[in-house]
């Protein structure tokens, strides 16, 4: 059981020191409310988020900029796929079947160069660090060439980051989300790539059962 008590001279005298978990939701309405305010019907609290997001943001931007020349300087180089690289799954070329390519599909190129508070680099780290991604058996690659499905993710005021996975050959939309990152690239980076793996999970555990069942 949490201890409970205060500090002395504390501003939360007679509140205990474990805190109830934060309600996000009514936290993003209000400033979603606000953000819909004129100038001066907003709060100085809501003012200031934002002049601090806008300090933040800045320099996410001049990070995220840098590694997305790095990294199209490196695409510039090398266009083609590698010989080592996966090749793009032979069933899914010229398939129009959208169960089949979600249970199926096996690379997958990434492009969040619209995001605007993250890149590509940072949506690939944060689908790396989603355990749940691996359980997918999809491998992320470089070239969009030998990808099965792309995915594009673009950003809306404020922290909305909605993202699409299209099959490459056909350009059908698979699946279509949003992330959400209060104020913050990377929260938005860990969200787009958590939601992307809820939606796929379905198809992708379908499929591992559909296996099992014909192994015996």
Same mark, same amino acid.
């Given at each position: ?48 988020? &934002? ?58 190129? &990434? ?34 060439? &030998?990808?099965? #499905? ?22 059908? #939309? ?43």
């Amino acid at each position: 059981m949490a201890a409970q008590g205060h500090y002395p001279g504390s501003q939360y005298a007679g509140t205990p020191f474990a805190l109830s978990e934060p309600n996000f939701t009514a936290l993003f309405d209000q400033v979603r409310s606000e953000a819909e305010q004129p100038g001066n019907y907003q709060s100085a609290t809501y003012q200031e988020l &934002v002049r601090r997001q806008r300090a933040r943001a800045a320099q996410e931007e001049e990070i995220r900029c840098r590694d997305t020349w790095c990294s199209e300087l490196h695409e510039e180089q090398d266009l083609q796929a590698s010989p080592d690289a996966p090749d793009q799954s032979e069933l899914l070329k010229n398939s129009k079947d959208r169960d089949f390519i979600l249970r199926n599909f096996r690379t997958m190129y &990434v492009d969040a160069r619209d995001a605007r508070y993250f890149g590509s680099r940072q949506l690939k780290a944060a689908l790396g660090k989603n355990k749940d991604f691996w359980k997918l058996n999809v491998r992320m690659v470089d070239d969009p060439a &030998v990808a099965d #499905v792309i995915l594009k993710v673009s950003y809306t005021f404020a922290w909305d980051y909605p993202f699409e996975l299209t099959h490459r050959n056909t350009t059908m #939309v698979l699946l279509s989300g949003k992330g959400e990152g209060p104020f913050s690239g990377p929260l938005g980076a860990a969200d787009v790539a958590r939601n992307l793996v809820n939606m796929a999970k379905p198809w992708r555990e379908e499929k591992k059962a559909n296996s099992t069942a014909d192994k015996h």
